[in-house]
């Protein structure tokens, strides 16, 4: 019985979950903004001891309140990020992102999607 309580103790030491150091999602998921943001972004890390956060391939799309596309520009660094074209043109109402990391390890994230609200006060 006591071996059996030492392994339940070291379960989460052995088996990592798939998104270690993120996704860190900005604007946070809920939340309510007074305009568009001027960066939405996703964190993803991934530690395999060779290639620490090193993306080959990654991607953020945004969906506005009609399900479609918002057009603007996406880039990787620590994170990926978008930012739309015109921010100040978009509506109010729920928008959703969705990120996806693929690392040079060959390692790929599930894609983490998350919504925020936009909100202008008239």
Not at 70 to 96: H, Q, S
């Amino acid at each position: 019985m006591r071996s059996l309580l030492v392994a339940a103790a070291l379960l989460p030491v052995l088996a990592p979950t798939p998104l270690r150091r993120g996704p860190h999602p900005s604007p946070a998921p809920g939340a309510v903004l007074a305009s568009f943001p001027a960066e939405v972004s996703a964190w993803h890390g991934h530690l395999d001891g060779a290639h620490d956060a090193l993306h080959k391939a990654s991607h953020l799309v945004v969906k506005g309140p009609d399900g479609k596309w918002v057009d603007g520009t996406v880039g990787v660094g620590e994170k990926a990020f978008f930012r739309a074209d015109r921010p100040a043109d978009l509506v109010d109402g729920e928008y959703k992102a969705t990120a996806w990391g693929r690392w040079t390890s060959g390692v790929e994230e599930h894609p983490y999607s998350w919504s925020f609200t936009v909100k202008r006060g008239k």
